[in-house]
C-alpha cells in the first residue's frame, strides 16, 4: 500500500512519541491504536497528543463541546 508509507503523510504526523515505527504509515497506526481502543495521535490537538492519552474518553471530552 504505497499511499499509505507516503513521505506527506509522514510530515503531517503529529505523533510524538519518538521512538514510534509506525510514523507516516497511516493504517499501521489505526490498527494498531484501534486494537489498543485509543485513536492516533493526529486526531488530537498537539497539547493533548502529549499526554500519551488515546483514549476514547479523552476523544470525547477533548471535543465535547467543540462542535
Known sequence: MKECNDKRNRTRCNCSWEPCSRKGVCCECLAYHWRRRELPACLFP????????????????????KA
Request: aromatic share 16%; proline share 0%.
Open 46 to 65: 498537539d497539547g493533548v497528543e502529549k499526554t500519551y492519552d488515546r483514549s476514547l474518553r479523552m476523544f470525547i471530552e477533548t471535543y465535547r463541546d
